[in-house]
Nanobody, 124 residues
Framework: QVRLVESGGGLVQAGDSVRLSCSVS????????MGWFRQASGKEREFVIA????????YYADSVKGRFTISRDNAKNTVYVQMNNLRPEDTAVYYC?????????????????WGQGTQVTVSS
C-alpha cells in the first residue's frame, strides 16, 4: 500500500523557519521525482518545489527561490523541504507527491501519488 505522510506543519510567525518531512512507503522512493505543492484556502493547488530521483536537479517556484530548499534521503524513505523566512502568503496546506509520468514537473497531473497534506500557517 502506497503511503505518503507529511509532517512538520504548524503555526509560525513571519520570518520563522519550518522543515516539512514526507515519509513514504509502498514504492521505491529512489526511482521517483518528488515534489511539494501547496493549496491556500480558496485557491488552486500550486507547485512549490521538486527534486529529481537522483537528487541531482531541483526545481523551484519563483515565489520560494532563495527561501525554500528540498532534499531527500532515499535510505530513510523521506523527502524534506526546508522553508526559511516564511511569509504570510506561504500559508497553505502543503502536499508531498511522487511524480509518476513524463511531463512538466510543475503540473499536479503528472504526479502519481499524493500525501494528505500538512497545514502551515504564517502569522504576520
Amino acid at each position: 500500500q502506497v503511503r505518503l505522510v507529511e509532517s512538520g506543519g504548524g503555526l509560525v510567525q513571519a520570518g520563522d523557519s519550518v522543515r516539512l518531512s514526507c515519509s513514504v512507503s509502498g514504492f521505491t522512493l529512489s526511482t521517483y521525482t518528488m515534489g511539494w505543492f501547496r493549496q491556500a484556502s480558496g485557491k488552486e493547488r500550486e507547485f512549490v518545489i521538486a527534486i529529481r530521483s537522483g537528487g541531482d536537479s531541483t526545481y523551484y517556484a519563483d515565489s520560494v527561490k532563495g527561501r525554500f530548499t528540498i532534499s531527500r534521503d532515499n535510505a530513510k524513505n523521506t523527502v524534506y523541504v526546508q522553508m526559511n523566512n516564511l511569509r504570510p502568503e506561504d500559508t497553505a496546506v502543503y502536499y508531498c507527491a511522487a511524480k509518476g509520468s513524463i511531463g512538466d514537473y510543475y503540473r499536479p497531473g503528472t504526479y502519481r501519488f499524493w500525501g494528505q497534506g500538512t497545514q502551515v500557517t504564517v502569522s504576520s
